[in-house]
């Protein structure tokens, strides 16, 4: 008896990797999305060949990820750094030279 909370398509055969499009339908998000995830390090595809494809437990791990609080790193008092300031005065004026003068 199939599971009714189980969607149906593209989990039917529950293929052990998905193409990106396959896993963007199953995330509920547009294919750029996915390979967006996929370039910042998000998600970690499985290359074969030319081709990239996502692993049903990569996507697992993101979703548990995602439903994980968040924890914050504890705050480090920042440090001033030195001002530092340049004496600008003539930087940018221009003395005509002779080409022959040294």
Avoid: W
Wanted: charged share 35%; aromatic share 2%.
């Amino acid at each position: 008896m199939p599971d009714p909370q189980r969607p149906r398509g593209v989990l039917a055969e529950d293929p052990l990797l998905l193409t990106p499009e396959e896993a963007a339908r199953l995330l509920r998000v547009g294919r750029t999305t996915v390979y967006a995830l996929m370039k910042t390090g998000e998600l970690r595809p499985v290359h074969i060949g030319r081709s990239c494809r996502l692993s049903r437990a990569e996507l697992e791990r993101y979703v548990t990820r995602l439903e994980a609080p968040e924890q914050k790193a504890p705050a480090r008092p920042r440090r001033r750094r030195p001002r530092m300031t340049t004496d600008q005065r003539g930087l940018f004026d221009v003395h005509p030279t002779r080409p022959d003068a040294g």
